[in-house]
């Protein structure tokens, strides 16, 4: 895993910040509505989950922007997550380095952030580079869900809801 600031992310995304990357990516892709699951374990197992998904091949990248971390104080616990990071060698705020890029062989690491997001009710938005697939967290509890592939999408949401997601059903048309 490697930690990066918001300057630094265009060197990732292709000269592009993240809202502009996210704005041309998520264009072309479909969105599910959910509601994260209340359980710690099925947040635990849902990371577990998404981390082998995403991390599958051995030229897999994804990453992980927190977006949001103050909705909720009495359910964040910086100590835990800035000693985690400490564990890699980062000793930055999270407010100057939100951006954790992972590689295949860091599927525990991209489960114990994407975890500790879970936890916390933090915001976050998630980008399988693989799959151009990805995840938008919201600290109320929302877990929007973005895929291209009918497959990956099917896959995806029939293991969100056994771990306790619920989807959203659209609004009604006038």
């Known amino acids: 895993m490697k930690i990066y600031s918001h300057a630094d992310v265009p060197n990732i995304l292709g000269g592009l910040t ?16 959910c509601t994260l699951p209340t359980d710690t374990g099925s947040k635990t197992q849902m990371a577990s989950y998404l981390g082998e998904l995403y991390l599958a091949s051995e030229s897999s990248s994804a990453l992980i922007a927190i977006t949001g971390w ?15 990071r400490e564990s890699f060698g980062e000793r930055r ?10 590689l295949a062989h860091d599927k525990a690491a991209f489960a114990s952030v994407l975890g500790m997001c879970l936890y916390f009710l933090w ?8 799959t151009g697939s990805g995840l938008t967290i919201g600290h109320h ?4 869900v973005h895929v291209r592939d009918e ?3 099917n896959r995806v949401i029939s293991a969100l ?9 659209a609004p009604l048309s006038a």
């Not at 103050?70 to 985690?84: C, E, G, I, K, V």
């Not at 509890?141 to 929007?144: W, Y």
């Not at 809801?161 to 059903?169: A, E, I, K, M, T």
């Open 151 to 153: 497959d990956v999408s």
């Open 141 to 144: 509890g929302s877990l929007d």
């Open 18 to 33: 993240l809202p502009q990357y996210l704005a041309r990516e998520r264009n072309e892709l479909s969105t599910i509505p």
């Open 123 to 130: 915001d976050a938005e998630v980008i399988d580079f693989s």
């Open 93 to 102: 705020r999270l407010i100057e380095s939100p951006i954790h890029h992972f």
């Open 161 to 169: 809801v056994d771990f306790g997601c619920d989807l959203v059903p």
């Open 70 to 84: 103050s909705a909720w104080p009495s359910q964040t616990n910086f100590d835990l997550f800035d000693r985690y």
